[in-house]
């Protein structure tokens, strides 16, 4: 039996390609769903193309608690009108595009959904998003696994990992900023955990317009190539020459 690994992400709103090769290279995906939500992050807004340029779509959140005290699991979205609002902007945006017929309907029953928080909402977006195109990687909230923990950043992290078994743990390059700031490996060395970062080549596709734009929602990509060609796509991205890089020992492999 291999060493499992997992990753932990924020649920955040229709997620880039990027998101969605992590999920898929790893054996147990963690949504990080207790920790502070930020307002025009991630967590609440993103990019879809539309005439050729980006557009942002945002959702609103019920600001009745100190910015510092909104957590992305209890957060509550502002109305249900926001949904109809993105949804008519996707639709202007997309409904020339080769599998519009094939993807809106999708999308329009899952918006129907309502959700007790924003990140309950995403949660159920990108699990539904994955199952569709083919990622059968399991689903777990860290919320569930921890409770309200303590430990903060790359500590929590680790205890994550310690408390799912996993003896490896896939991280987002943009986190070996705070991962790394004290020794090498973070609180991960110190648990034994190996740490690998994603490597990833955003690759392009077939879409609309002349300039190929990246790094939007993973919407773009289901409009523009289907659900059946969308997984093939984002596989394709993976940096397979080096793997899966792990920055405390020589090996590239799992």
């Known amino acids: 039996m291999g060493r499992k690994i997992i990753a932990i992400m924020q649920p955040t709103y229709m997620p880039w390609m990027g998101y969605f090769s992590m999920i898929d ?57 926001w949904k109809r609002s ?14 519009f017929a094939q993807v809106f309907p999708f999308l329009s029953a899952l918006y129907e959904v309502q959700a007790e928080s924003v990140g309950a909402f995403n949660s ?21 696994v921890m409770g309200q923990a303590e430990e903060k950043k790359d500590s929590l992290l680790a205890a994550i990992c310690e408390k799912r078994g996993a003896a490896c743990y896939l991280s987002a390059p943009g986190s070996a900023a ?16 190996e740490l690998y970062y994603h490597h990833y080549i955003h690759p392009q596709y077939r879409q609309e317009g002349n300039a190929f734009l990246s790094h939007i929602g993973i919407y773009d990509l289901l409009f ?27 090996s590239t492999d799992f």
Request: charged residues 30%; glycine residues 8%; positive net charge.
């Open 25 to 81: 290279r790893v054996d147990e995906f963690v949504f990080l769903d207790m920790v502070q939500l930020v307002g025009r992050s991630w967590q609440v807004r993103n990019k879809i193309k539309l005439n050729g340029t980006e557009k942002l779509l945002t959702i609103p959140v019920k600001k009745d608690k100190a910015r510092e005290e909104r957590v992305i699991r209890e957060c509550p979205y502002l109305g249900e009108e």
């Open 224 to 250: 523009n190539e289907g659900f059946e060609r969308a997984l093939p796509i984002i596989r394709s991205g993976n940096k397979s020459e080096t793997g899966r890089t792990c920055i405390n020992c020589e």
């Open 86 to 99: 993105h949804l008519d902007t996707i639709k202007a945006a997309y409904k020339k595009a080769p599998f």
């Open 124 to 144: 159920m977006l990108i699990q539904a998003v994955a199952q569709k195109i083919g990622i059968v990687t399991p689903f777990v909230s860290a919320f569930q």
């Open 178 to 193: 705070y991962i790394e700031k004290d020794c090498p490996g973070g609180a991960f060395a110190k648990r034994g955990i």
